[in-house]
């Protein structure tokens, strides 16, 4: 994209705001993980932190989240999925709930997604432990036999997101175009659903 994505505007605010939005109606903590300067400010309500381990990719944001956190089941988003369904979140915490699951990912024929997840605190260990090795990759989470680990499927996913559009992520121009071309469309449907 050229530059910090997850600060690119999406209908007068920032692309990162919306997962908080989203989150902020579930969750009485919302942590935002980033490097240095990433963010300065947000109009969402939330807890700014610097990762802990400087260039760890995704895991090593997972796990300074988790580490930031106080609470014992934890959803993880990318900051660039503005489209969360929060019925879906919920299904997958209750889910991880009634299985005593550690972690529950989506995987979507085959598709993965680890940015779109429930993690326990005992997440913690493993990741460090990975991290601490010069190990990246979060599907060594998943792999681990130290934590329970559960996924959902797309008939799961959608009977809480039809379309799927929480997955939706955007990675490059045409994806913010997209985004901008959906969010239109829901403030139109909005509009009509109000007259």
């Known amino acids: 994209m050229g530059r910090s994505k997850c600060c690119m505007e999406l209908s007068g605010r920032p692309l990162f705001e919306y997962p908080l939005l989203v989150l902020s109606r579930l969750y009485s903590q919302c942590i935002v993980v980033g490097n240095e300067?990433?963010?300065?400010?947000?109009?969402?309500?939330?807890?700014?932190?610097?990762?802990?381990?400087?260039?760890?990719g995704p895991l090593g944001g997972i796990y300074t989240g988790l580490a930031a956190s106080g609470s014992w089941l934890n959803f993880v988003i990318a900051?660039?999925?503005?489209y969360a369904s929060?019925?879906?979140?919920?299904?997958?915490?209750?889910?991880?709930?009634?299985?005593?699951?550690?972690i529950v990912y989506p995987n979507i024929?085959?598709?993965?997604?680890?940015?779109?997840?429930?993690?326990?605190?005992?997440?913690?260990s493993v990741a460090r432990a990975l991290l601490d090795?010069?190990?990246?990759?979060?599907?060594?989470?998943?792999?681990?036999?130290?934590?329970?680990?559960?996924?959902?499927?797309?008939?799961?996913?959608?009977?809480?997101?039809?379309?799927?559009?929480?997955?939706?992520?955007?990675?490059?121009?045409?994806?913010?175009i997209m985004a901008r071309l959906m969010m239109h469309a829901r403030e139109k449907s909005l509009q009509e659903e109000r007259a």
């Open 37 to 56: 300067g990433f963010i300065d400010s947000c109009s969402v309500p939330c807890t700014l932190v610097q990762d802990r381990i400087a260039g760890a």
């Open 79 to 82: 900051a660039d999925m503005p």
């Open 133 to 176: 090795a010069g190990r990246r990759s979060v599907r060594e989470l998943f792999a681990s036999m130290w934590l329970r680990v559960g996924t959902i499927d797309r008939q799961f996913a959608m009977r809480y997101d039809i379309k799927l559009t929480s997955f939706f992520n955007v990675n490059t121009p045409d994806d913010l």
């Open 109 to 124: 024929d085959g598709l993965l997604e680890p940015l779109f997840a429930i993690y326990s605190q005992r997440v913690v």
């Open 86 to 102: 929060p019925q879906l979140v919920g299904a997958m915490e209750e889910y991880a709930l009634q299985n005593k699951l550690d």
